[in-house]
């Protein structure tokens, strides 16, 4: 997708300790809320969408939601892998940054997707990534998902508490699997404005994190580790994840 469609969210993941709430407060984070939602992921039985780094998700609360890589599959800047993603065994991969010529990011650091979030962008874009002639009846998600045959391969309930810091949105996630995750979130409308965004998150993650090597897994790298481990090495091996 050349020109976005929706936001870009650029994200950092840390772990959280018991001290994260004190921390956030001393920072001057303010709690903005605290919510419960079920997550329900689909992709076509042979995982294609995911392969593709794209998340097709229905959150409670939310709607329909696609994340997108910034620039296509397989495309001139496509590292093979999430723009800034790192591995899950903490090693930095072969990162071609965001920015031309700028240093690879270290691990543990950001994701940057697009959203879609608009049923005509969402369509249109799952049928581009799955090679399917868009249907004219295909206005709503739901459905898309049933013609397009995408089947629901995680759900999962979380429960989070969200704090503003400054423009940044800091989510505390427990998921019901057991597997608790703290987030640093912002987002941006241009691609150019993704490194700064970046380095922002990556800094107040650090600020927040418990102090770890390597990276810190998302609750659906666990979640499908855990309970779909032939889908979760697939997309290991095909640098997904
Ligand atoms: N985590 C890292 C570190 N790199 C990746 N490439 C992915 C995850 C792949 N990924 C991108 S979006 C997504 C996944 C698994 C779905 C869930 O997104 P996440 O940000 O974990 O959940 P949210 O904060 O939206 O609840």
Request: net charge negative.
């Amino acid at each position: 997708v050349a020109e976005p469609t929706g936001s870009i969210e650029v994200e950092a993941k840390f772990m959280v300790g018991p001290g994260t709430e004190a921390r956030l407060v001393m920072l001057g984070a303010v709690l903005a809320g605290a919510v419960s939602f079920q997550d329900r992921y689909y992709d076509t039985p042979d995982g294609r969408l995911t392969l593709a780094d794209h998340w097709l998700r229905h959150r409670e609360g939310a709607g329909w939601e696609l994340k997108c890589p910034l620039w296509p599959v397989g495309g001139a800047r496509d590292p093979g892998y999430g723009p800034g993603a790192t591995s899950q065994d903490g090693s930095t991969r072969d990162a071609t940054s965001l920015n031309s010529g700028a240093p690879a990011q270290p691990p543990g650091s950001t994701t940057a997707y697009q959203e879609l979030t608009s049923p005509v962008a969402v369509v249109a874009q799952l049928c581009t990534i799955l090679a399917v002639a868009p249907d004219p009846g295909w206005a709503c998600i739901p459905v898309a998902v049933a013609g397009l045959g995408l089947e629901e391969f995680a759900a999962f309930r979380t429960q989070r508490r969200s704090y503003r810091l400054g423009g940044l949105r800091v989510d505390l996630d427990e998921a019901d699997f057991g597997y608790a995750v703290g987030e640093v979130e912002t987002a941006v409308t241009h691609p150019s404005e993704v490194p700064a965004a970046q380095e922002e998150v990556t800094r107040v993650g650090r600020e927040l994190g418990v102090e770890v090597t390597g990276s810190v897994m998302g609750k659906m790298s666990v979640y499908l580790q855990r309970y779909r481990p032939q889908h979760y090495e697939e997309l290991v091996q095909s640098r997904r994840l």
